[in-house]
Nanobody
Framework: VQLVESGGGLVQAGGSLRLSCAASGPTFDRSAMAWFRQAPGKEREFVAA????????YYGDSVKGRFTISRDNAKSTLYLQMNSLKPEDTAVYFC????????????????WGQGTQVTVSS
């Protein structure tokens, strides 16, 4: 599975962005997917995860109520809708995939994208 993120950029606090992750490979519709992020000088942080059907979703506490993860299996694409953005959301956002079940633990994902930068100005 190859993963390519897009949609990052610079936005003012309170604004919105939608990240996309295009996946290649025959198993996207059977893969658990997630987003992680890493800010400069900080550890990588779990953002959100979704199972193959979209029926099971998890969010990190810092984004709950503001971010929405979704997927379109017909397009082999994962999304992250980010609303009410804060400066502390500034980070590189990574799309990840797993042949297993969704988890909040990064070690649970075998495939990683290169990341897309999100910068939120105050």
């Amino acid at each position: 599975v190859q993963l390519v993120e897009s949609g990052g950029g610079l936005v003012q606090a309170g604004g919105s962005l939608r990240l996309s992750c295009a996946a290649s490979g025959p198993t996207f519709d059977r893969s658990a997917m997630a987003w992680f992020r890493q800010a400069p000088g900080k550890e990588r942080e779990f953002v959100a995860a979704i199972n193959y059907s979209g029926g099971t979703i998890y969010y990190g506490d810092s984004v709950k109520g503001r971010f929405t993860i979704s997927r379109d299996n017909a397009k082999s694409t994962l999304y992250l809708q980010m609303n009410s953005l804060k400066p502390e959301d500034t980070a590189v956002y990574f799309c990840v995939a797993s042949r297993g079940i969704p988890t909040r633990v990064e070690a649970g994902y075998e495939y990683w994208g290169q990341g897309t930068q999100v910068t939120v100005s105050s």
